[in-house]
């Protein structure tokens, strides 16, 4: 039972398969139908029969067939996460103002309140995120001396690259922000990040003393602020972005939306341990850790959010509802502004299952082998429903629409 760094997505599966029961055995925490289900889920991707499946046949010459798999869109499996990485940068790119510099800034929570948002990750990490928009607002209104509303795309990460509990955000934040009193986009070309790195912290600092009022809270918190007199650890990409990229949502999606590990990155599993690999921030080397499988799979699961949790949200400028609304002034603003940006952002189109095996593979799954042609939907069946559609249904009742002769299976 060795797994080499094959690229194989079902040691992944394997893994969970052997040992799930006696982790939940052991950690009464996920003894839940919702983690049961996440589970389940992603033991069952890609098989037809548990996940139901859509069947293409060769129509001309009737020789082909082609089975796809549903896909579980389970937060635990890695196969459906590239998909929902490539989907959500194809939609982000949609809702970038057209003309705004943005930039990727990442705050931390310090080592010392882990545990504290392990515990209380419902109620802390929703506050998290709106910290991280307040700190922001408030250090451009200061930067500029006026009150701007800038715009963000947040997303809460709680893993490291060795896959232990680290939560922290991303943002994709506007530089600089609207100003409704003078109807004027203010750009911040100069961020002073001694002065952000202190906004953070007082942010942060206060939000869990609201969120969490226990003296052990008070605590910490008087803790955090003499270990850190300068403030919390912040990251700002420097630059003008997203000229430097082709797209700025796909630059920051491998950071922000991939799951804890990547298959490639399990190098073995003997059937009590794994190895994997991952690239240290500390060392700037690639590091190897072997763990058991029971501190494997709680790396893992420990990262899925609470039921109904919403990881990425858009505020201000970006905010869902304000969008449409906002878009039409700042582009008056931005007009009113010159050399801010030169350049636009890139739309992502979404790609299609046919599209992503063709890139994959270089071969279209669709083209039937034998005659060449295109290949039609033929049946399509669910667990739950059961077939959905037959097209051998459709032409006994007489709905063929087509005047081109089909061949049977």
Not at 9 to 17: E, K
Not at 130 to 152: H, I, M, N, T
Not at 154 to 180: C, F, K, M, W
Request: contains cysteine.
């Amino acid at each position: 039972m060795l797994a080499a760094p094959s690229g194989d997505w079902s040691v992944f599966q394997r893994i969970f398969a052997d040992h799930w029961e006696a982790f939940q055995h052991a950690h009464p925490r996920y003894q839940t139908p919702y983690y049961n289900g996440l589970v389940d889920k992603m033991l069952g991707c890609g098989n037809p029969e548990k996940m139901g499946s859509i069947e293409y046949r060769g129509w001309q010459c009737g020789q082909s067939k082609h089975l796809v798999s549903m896909s579980c869109k389970s937060s635990l499996c890695l196969r459906c996460a590239k998909v929902y990485v490539d989907n959500w940068v194809s939609q982000v790119s949609k809702v970038l103002h057209e003309g705004v510099i943005y930039r990727h800034i990442i705050l931390t929570v310090p080592a010392m309140f882990r545990t504290t948002f392990d515990q209380n990750a419902a109620g802390l990490l929703s506050a998290l995120m709106r910290c991280g928009v307040q700190c922001l607002d408030d250090f451009y209104s200061e930067v500029r001396g006026k009150a701007l509303k800038g715009g963000y795309i947040t997303v809460i990460h709680t893993h490291g690259r060795n896959g232990q509990y680290h939560p922290h955000l991303h943002l994709i934040a506007t530089s600089g922000g609207y100003d409704e009193v003078g109807e004027c986009w203010e750009h911040v070309q100069y961020l002073p990040y001694e002065l952000l790195r202190r906004k953070w912290q007082w942010h942060l600092l206060a939000t869990l003393r609201k969120t969490l009022k226990t003296d052990a809270m008070q605590r910490l918190v008087d803790v955090c602020f003499r270990k850190a007199p300068n403030g919390l650890v912040t990251n700002v990409q420097k630059g003008k972005v997203p000229s430097q990229y082709q797209s700025l949502a796909s630059y920051v999606a491998k950071y922000v939306v991939s799951p804890p590990i990547s298959v490639r990155r399990i190098d073995r599993y003997d059937g009590e341990r794994v190895t994997y690999h991952y690239r240290s921030h500390r060392t700037a080397r690639l590091e190897h850790e072997t763990v058991d499988v029971d501190t494997f799979i709680g790396r893992m699961v420990q990262h899925t959010m609470p039921k109904g949790f919403k990881r990425i949200r858009y505020y201000g400028v970006q905010a869902t509802k304000t969008f449409a609304k906002v878009k039409v002034a700042i582009q008056e603003a931005l007009a009113k502004v010159e050399g801010v940006v030169k350049g636009a952002v890139k739309i992502i189109a979404r790609l299609t299952y046919r599209q992503r095996y063709e890139q994959s593979t270089g071969r279209d799954p669709l083209i039937c082998p034998h005659c060449r042609c295109e290949m039609g939907v033929w049946r399509i069946w669910h667990p739950t429903y059961g077939v959905i559609y037959d097209e051998v249904q459709v032409i006994k009742r007489g709905m063929y629409a087509s005047t081109t002769q089909r061949s049977g299976p």
